[in-house]
């Protein structure tokens, strides 16, 4: 299904709302991961070593302004999301290396979409549940496609020796 520009309105509205409060959003964000997945903390650089969230670290609050702003932002008139071949290669080889499998998108969606209700309270509604929840699938079908496309490449090039 395309992404349609009611969608893209809603998504870009509630990107608004949930910007103006990053840090505590993004602690939110991560909090609610952990909750849903606690075996995943290992997964991410900054929270390795930490037995508990940390509040001000610069590191998680980028990490999830870049979740967010990926799923909000990189919309265009095509009815899709759009990210660039380079941040898609990036993206897919950080993906792979971390060793991210299908049922961690789900639980970053779950955490995504419970962040973005909280953060715009009464604006949610099931339109804007439902454009979320596309924008953020195209974003990981696009991320999981690289992925796929670098595990065959270099199945690939290890067959070849």
Do not use: C
Not at 81 to 94: E, N, P, R
């Amino acid at each position: 299904m395309g992404f349609t520009e009611k969608q893209e309105v809603l998504v870009k509205e509630s990107w608004e709302v949930l910007k103006q409060n990053i840090p505590e959003n993004s602690l939110r964000f991560f909090t609610l991961i952990l909750e849903i997945a606690p075996a995943v903390k290992n997964m991410f650089s900054f929270l390795k070593d930490s037995d508990e969230i940390p509040q001000n670290n610069p590191k998680l609050k980028a990490h999830a302004v870049k979740v967010f702003k990926m799923s909000a932002i990189q919309l265009r008139e095509k009815g899709e999301v759009v990210v660039s071949d380079t941040t898609l290669k990036y993206l897919g080889s950080v993906h792979i290396e971390k060793g991210v499998i299908d049922p961690h998108f789900q639980v970053v969606k779950e955490a995504l979409m419970r962040t973005v209700k909280e953060a715009v309270g009464e604006k949610w509604s099931d339109e804007m549940d439902g454009a979320w929840g596309e924008a953020y699938d195209q974003l990981a079908a696009a991320i999981k496609t690289q992925m796929k496309q670098e595990l065959e490449a270099a199945r690939k090039s290890s067959s070849d020796y």
